[in-house]
Structure formats: C-alpha cells, structure tokens
C-alpha cells in the first residue's frame, strides 16, 4: 500500500467484536493488520548518488590513477537500514464494549477519527440483545461469574416481566427528561417529546429508551433494548 495507500486511509468502518475479546484487543489487531498491510508494498527504487572511484587509467601503460564520477543507490533508505516505513497508525473508537458482549465497533482513522466527535455530539441509540437465565446470579452478573444464589422461578410469567420492564422503562424516561436540561413547558419540548429525539445534554448513567421481551422460555428468556447517554469523549 505504502504512502498513497495511506493517504486512502480516511474514514469510518465497522467491526464486529466477538464474545470474550476486549475491545482494546481488537483495536489493536485492527491498526496491526492495517500496517501489515502498508508495509508490505514494494518499497520505492533507491535515490542514486555520484560517487567518485579510484581506477587505472584506461590505455595507458603506466600505473597512472585517476578517479571516476559514478552513480551508485543509496543504502540510506533500504529497509535493512531505516527499518519499517510505518509503525504506527492511530485507531479511534467510537464507543466500548464490555468483554463478554458481543457487537459492532465503530473504528476511525485518519479524518474519520473526527467523525468519531460528530457521532458522539449525536447521541446516538444503541440498540442491545440481552440473554438472562431465571433462578441464578452471579456475582458479576455474567454467565461465567462465580453463582452467588440459586432459586425457583416458577412464580415468573411472561405478563409480570412485562410490567417490571415497562416500570423500567417509564423510570428511566422520567430520568431522560431531566438529563435533558429542557424546560418541559416549552414547545419545542413538547415535540422532541412527541418525536422522540430527547437526549441528555451532560454527562449521564445509562437511560434505557425502550425496552421489550423478545423471547420468554424458562429459564431463559431473551430482552431487546435501546439505551442513549453521554459519556466520556470517543477515543
């Protein structure tokens, strides 16, 4: 690829994170395989320089000397002696994602890093699939962590987990509204309301905007959410 190929490395671009893989892991195996990839074109031909040798005279019989204007490649730029044209390239991140989660990452580089300030000034919605098991926790609240209670479950129903998420996501719409900084006698927070585009203006926890049961088969059962907040800037 080498520097024109370089100068193409401009933009935005989505990857998918498996489950069990830190995201700074994979940021990193993105920006290795990127310089891989920049480093493994053709290296430019050697800058030639004149270089003045010492020879016999050509004809004459006598051991006469005389020195001979020549133009040799340079060593100066050989890969052997300057080492690798690229090692480094930063990769922005548009937002994290917990070890265990699996998902899509928005990588930036080159102009697309700033790109990464304008999706975060949009506060976006991030939509998630969440998987639970009824009458187990862990002590990490992750499948994997050590079981810290066990219990019966029979007494769950589909009708009662609906309520408990739609409490949920009417506490958490009551939060939005204040993490918004709008005064809701206005009319134009009326119609964000309406519409729907309200989003914390500072910093703030989690806000689930919406959230609803895919899938309820005991004990396991299957969530689909969406949550907005404003976090710390994109890296």
Not at 36 to 42: D, F, I, Q
Not at 129 to 137: D, I, N, S, Y
Not at 149 to 164: F, G, N, W
Request: hydrophobic share 40%; aromatic share 6%; net charge positive.
């Amino acid at each position: 690829m080498g520097s024109a190929g370089l100068a193409r490395l401009q933009g935005l671009f989505a990857v998918y994170k498996p489950p069990g893989l830190k995201w700074k892991h994979l940021r990193d195996t993105v920006e290795l395989q990127l310089l891989k990839g920049l480093n493994a074109g053709k290296p430019p031909a050697p800058k030639q320089r004149v270089r003045f040798l010492l020879g016999p005279v050509e004809g004459s019989e006598e051991k006469e000397l005389t020195l001979t204007a020549t133009r040799v490649p340079t060593l100066i730029d050989h890969p052997l002696v300057r080492g690798l044209a690229f090692t480094s390239l930063k990769v922005g991140v548009g937002h994290r994602l917990d070890s265990q989660a699996s998902g899509v990452l928005v990588l930036g580089v080159g102009h697309g890093r700033r790109l990464l300030t304008d999706m975060y000034n949009a506060h976006l919605t991030k939509d998630y699939t969440v998987r639970g098991v009824l009458g187990k926790a862990t002590d990490d609240f992750c499948e994997d962590g050590r079981l810290v209670e066990k219990t019966t479950y029979d007494h769950v129903t589909r009708e009662k987990l609906d309520r408990i998420l739609a409490v949920i996501q009417g506490s958490h719409q009551k939060a939005l509204v204040t993490y918004s900084n709008l005064d809701l006698q206005t009319q134009e927070a009326y119609e964000m309301a309406v519409s729907g585009v309200i989003r914390p203006m500072n910093k703030s926890p989690m806000l689930i905007t919406g959230i609803r049961c895919l899938q309820f088969a005991p004990p396991e059962f299957l969530l689909g959410a969406a949550d907005t907040r404003r976090l710390l800037h994109p890296g």
